[in-house]
């Protein structure tokens, strides 16, 4: 199956076959069409999950008997980590997040945030490595990671801090809304190519290319 990054909730994941890094998508949760992304590395089979954000059984059915080496969660939002208990008890896996919102998970999960990272910090994936990339804005301590295939284009999983056909959301938060989006203009736009595929917390994926015509469009109209 040609990977296009449509997917379902209840229906089978799509699989993306990179040189040293398979990534699997699947969609959770009727209401709020989560994604949820497994990244497996070729050499070692290790796995680390983005964002363990519901149906802990479906969840824990993918990662099978490989395990799980690490949780990254994105941002605070509770829709991003319902599951993340029910996964980090039955694998025991490390707990990765974003510096600002570290305390607001572990409040709302019962979860200790094992490790809290900011911009310039790494997230291992067997042989592979994610960057991590701090974002501000849809919530204090959002993160993105970016996975640079040595043979292919990036790949940036951005949780809620860009979507297809915009940045996140701010709820009326003026000031929010400015500092996500430079961040998102200057650490994601202003640094990556237009070939870089980037993978949402929810819907459809994109290319920094095919978005990188609005920006001007989206400050202009402050959401």
């Known amino acids: 199956m040609t990977y296009t990054g ?29 994604n949820a992304y497994f990244l ?45 208990a029910t996964v980090v008890e039955a694998t025991g896996a490390e707990v990765v997040a974003g510096e600002p919102d570290a305390d607001a998970i572990t409040e709302q999960t019962g979860v200790a945030v094992a490790r809290r990272v900011t911009d310039g910090d790494s997230v291992a994936v067997g042989d592979c490595t994610l960057e991590v990339i ?3 804005g849809h919530t204090p ?10 043979e292919g284009h990036p790949h940036l999983f951005t949780g809620d801090s860009l979507f297809p056909g915009g940045v996140g959301g701010t709820f009326g938060d003026a000031e929010a809304f400015k500092t996500l989006v430079e961040d998102v203009d200057t650490k994601l736009f202003g640094t990556l190519p237009d070939d870089t595929w980037f ?12 978005q990188r015509p609005h920006v001007a469009e989206w400050r202009e109209r402050g959401w």
């Open 134 to 136: 701090r974002i501000t």
């Open 40 to 84: 497996t590395c070729k050499a070692t089979g290790d796995q680390v999950l983005v964002d363990a954000a519901d149906a802990a059984d479906t969840l824990l059915t993918v990662i099978g008997d490989a395990g799980l080496t690490t949780v990254v969660t994105t941002h605070q939002h509770w829709d991003h980590h319902r599951a993340l």
């Open 6 to 34: 449509d997917v379902t909730v209840g229906g089978a994941p799509q699989v993306r076959e990179l040189s040293g890094l398979t990534i699997t998508k699947v969609a959770v949760d009727e209401k709020m069409a989560n």
């Open 141 to 150: 301590g959002s993160i993105c990671l970016l996975y640079r295939d040595p």
């Open 199 to 210: 993978y949402p917390g929810h819907g459809s994926d994109s290319t920094l290319g095919e």
